[in-house]
């Protein structure tokens, strides 16, 4: 045993330095000592680390054949399966846990919901708020949940809880902010992106959503600034442009929407939108050029 120890001893030293030599130290050990759970631990661990999830599962099959009821390494090789997003079989070795805990109901939940069975995924989440929570992120998830549904009230209220025990954050302020968007309530939505803004929040998803909210209740100069940085974060994403051509229309802006439509011709695939949308401005251009 003192052997084992320390060649564990050695892994763990040499870890962080050079990987293969410790995965060469530890399939040494497991020939000497071949079934040593420990070892064999090590080396599941190591690959882990590693990513490399199949050469895991293997070194955690073989520590099951010594105690197939070994529900932390069956709770491991599920979550080998999860980051190799087998979702089907993450579950089950889930399944095959009798008792719940907080990381095996989300990782449960998170592989139900990839599967497209949202409606098991939001129960096992709500049967997760009855532990002991030290994060926002079962909150978060089933108000994201709430919206693939469009239970936006109900989104509201797991991100205002989220925001009561962990305190308030840009992604809160901001999964807020398009609940009340999607509900048509445009200033409680301006409030939320606002201070999701504030607090560093910084996407193109995030920009475009507050420019069009900004020109719903009249800060049409915020909108256009926005929807422009939108474009600059995602410059070959489609709606960016659209979104900006239409506000441009709907101002008779028409000389902006089309040095805008120019640059997604250069950007992005010309699709039938914007195809539509060009024709609509130079139908205008033609019209103002005649009168």
């Given amino acids: 045993m003192d052997k084992i120890q320390n060649i564990l001893w ?38 882990m680390s590693k990513k490399l999830f199949r050469k895991a599962i293997e070194q955690y099959h073989r520590v099951l054949e010594q105690n197939e009821n070994d529900e932390s ?26 008792d719940g805990y907080p990381e095996l109901l989300y990782n449960k939940a998170f592989s139900y919901s990839k599967l497209g069975k949202t409606k098991k995924s939001i129960e096992i989440l709500q049967e997760l708020l009855k532990y002991k929570i030290n994060s926002e992120l ?29 305190g308030k954050k840009g992604s809160i302020c901001y999964l807020r902010g398009l609940a009340y968007f999607q509900l048509g309530n445009w200033l409680n939505a301006y409030v939320e992106f606002y201070d ?22 009249g800060k ?20 960016n442009y659209i ?18 439509v120019q640059l997604a011709k250069k950007n992005v695939p010309f699709s039938i ?8 401005i130079m139908d205008k251009v033609n019209r103002s050029k005649k009168s």
Avoid at 245 to 255: C, D, G
Wanted: proline content about 2%.
């Fill in 273 to 280: 939108t914007l195809s539509m949308l060009y024709n609509q």
């Fill in 138 to 166: 079962p909150f978060v998830f089933l108000a994201e949940l709430c919206f693939s549904q469009k239970n936006y009230k109900d989104a509201i209220e797991y991100i205002n809880k989220a925001e009561e025990l962990f």
């Fill in 73 to 98: 390494v069956i709770f491991q090789i599920g979550n080998c399966f999860l980051s190799l997003r087998e979702f089907r079989l993450a579950l089950d070795y889930y399944n095959r846990i009798p």
């Fill in 196 to 217: 999701a803004l504030k607090l560093k929040v910084n996407s193109s998803h995030f920009y475009r959503n507050f420019g069009l909210t900004c020109e719903k209740i």
């Fill in 220 to 239: 049409t100069l915020e909108a256009v600034n926005y929807l422009l940085q939108s474009i600059k974060l995602a410059p070959m994403e489609p709606v």
């Fill in 10 to 47: 050695q892994a763990k030293y040499h870890r962080n330095r050079n990987w293969l030599q410790v995965r060469a130290l530890l399939k040494n050990g497991l020939n000497e000592f071949r079934d040593n759970k420990e070892l064999l631990l090590a080396l599941a661990e190591l690959y």
């Fill in 243 to 260: 979104e900006l051509i239409r506000l441009y229309l709907a101002h008779n802006r028409f000389m902006e929407a089309y040095s805008m």
